[in-house]
Structures are given as structure tokens and as C-alpha cells.
T-cell receptor, first 114, second 110 residues
Framework: EPEVTQTPSHQVTQMGQEVILRCVPISNHLYFYWYRQILGQKVEFLVSFYNNEISEKSEIFDDQFSVERPDGSNFTLKIRSTKLEDSAMYFC????????????FGEGSRLTVL | GENVEQHPSTLSVQEGDSAVIKCTSDSASNYFPWYKQELGKGPQLIIDIRSNVGEKKDQRIAVTLNKTAKHFSLHITETQPEDSAVYFCAAKAAGNKLTFGGGTRVLVKP
């Protein structure tokens, strides 16, 4: 069964450092997302991406965040200068071209900012 | 923005009993998926329903949606220990963004 893969599974970083989380969406999907889940809380939308540009972003997705699809397969989330409150589980998801089907989530990348 | 309310936040049931989780969406959503999240894993879709359908069933899991498309529920019958997880309802309005409820931690006691 096709799946969304994410790396790293866990990253520990110092406050102020840059972090890049990587995702490989399902190959024939065209819509890509990042969601965040702070420990014990709900899954929150960060950003959606289609046709090489951001289609929607939330208030959480401020200037410290950026997304990129550099090579047609990877989809990355960069946090330029991490803060303590960025500690969370970050989930990548993708949706097929029909946009009517299931949003597939990866296993997540746990970010711990010290 | 869209808001999805989910209740209860925790639910403990005896194995074999039923579990019901309720959600309310305040947006003009047309698609309502339910996700199951096991410890340390990403959300996995277990069932979904669209606004033109009132009820959908898949083995021990069923979802109901009232006609105003603002209230929707997940029903798990004959619960088993492996049903223990966090369940999230979600709603999708125009565009493709899913808004999630706060989650329900279900514990099935053997």
C-alpha cells in the first residue's frame, strides 16, 4: 500500500537553530500538507501546497516557516529559528488529484527544541 | 475559521460494549472523515462520510450525519482492546484543508 514517508522520526535541536523536516508524499498525489500536533493536543493545520505554491496557511505558519518541493518528490518544512513552543509532532499528508479521497498522513517527525 | 468540537475527550468502555463519539462542525463542510491515532503514529483514516449521506457502516464502525451536516458521530460496536486509541473527527469545507476535533482517547478495558 502506498504511504507517506517522513524523516527524521525524531530531531532534537537547540533553540534558535534551523530545522528541516522531510516528507516523500505518495507518488501520484498533487496536494501536500503539513500539520502539527503538540503533545496531547489536537492536530492543527499549518499549510497546504499545490502546483509549487502555498494554497493556504494558518496563523501558526508565520515567517519562521517555509515549505518547498525541491525535486518533484520531496516536500520539506523548514523552521528558520526554532522556539521552545515549536516542539511538537509534525505530520506530512498528501491527497490525490481527484481531491475527493483520503488524506494520507505520514508517521510524523517529532521535534524537540531545548 | 472553521471549528470542530468533539466530545467526550476521554471514553472508557468495557470490552464488548459500544463507544460513541460526537462532533459538531460550525462550517459548511461536505466531507467528514474519522481518524484513529495509535501511540507514536500518524492519524489513519478509519471511515468517512459525505454530506449527501446520512449513515455509513463498515463492520463494527458506523458514522451518522444529521441533515444539517453540523453534527456527526462515530459508533464502535463490540469494542475490543485493539480499539484503544485516540480518535479524531475532522471536517473539510471548500478547499482541501481538514480541521480536526480535539480528539477522544478511548480505552477498552478487557
Amino acid at each position: 500500500e502506498p504511504e507517506v514517508t517522513q524523516t527524521p522520526s525524531h530531531q532534537v535541536t537547540q533553540m534558535g537553530q534551523e530545522v528541516i523536516l522531510r516528507c516523500v508524499p505518495i507518488s501520484n498525489h498533487l496536494y501536500f500538507y503539513w500539520y502539527r500536533q503538540i503533545l496531547g493536543q489536537k492536530v492543527e493545520f499549518l499549510v497546504s501546497f499545490y502546483n509549487n505554491e502555498i494554497s493556504e496557511k494558518s496563523e501558526i505558519f508565520d515567517d519562521q516557516f517555509s515549505v518547498e518541493r525541491p525535486d518533484g518528490s520531496n516536500f520539506t518544512l523548514k523552521i528558520r529559528s526554532t522556539k521552545l513552543e515549536d516542539s511538537a509532532m509534525y505530520f506530512c499528508a498528501s491527497l490525490d488529484r481527484a481531491r475527493t479521497g483520503e488524506l494520507f498522513f505520514g508517521e510524523g517527525s517529532r521535534l524537540t527544541v531545548l | 475559521g472553521e471549528n470542530v468540537e468533539q466530545h467526550p475527550s476521554t471514553l472508557s468502555v468495557q470490552e464488548g460494549d459500544s463507544a460513541v463519539i460526537k462532533c459538531t462542525s460550525d462550517s459548511a463542510s461536505n466531507y467528514f472523515p474519522w481518524y484513529k491515532q495509535e501511540l507514536g503514529k500518524g492519524p489513519q483514516l478509519i471511515i468517512d462520510i459525505r454530506s449527501n449521506v446520512g449513515e455509513k457502516k463498515d463492520q463494527r464502525i458506523a458514522v451518522t450525519l444529521n441533515k444539517t451536516a453540523k453534527h456527526f458521530s462515530l459508533h464502535i460496536t463490540e469494542t475490543q482492546p485493539e480499539d484503544s486509541a485516540v480518535y479524531f473527527c475532522a471536517a473539510k469545507a471548500a478547499g482541501n484543508k481538514l480541521t480536526f476535533g480535539g480528539g477522544t482517547r478511548v480505552l477498552v478495558k478487557p
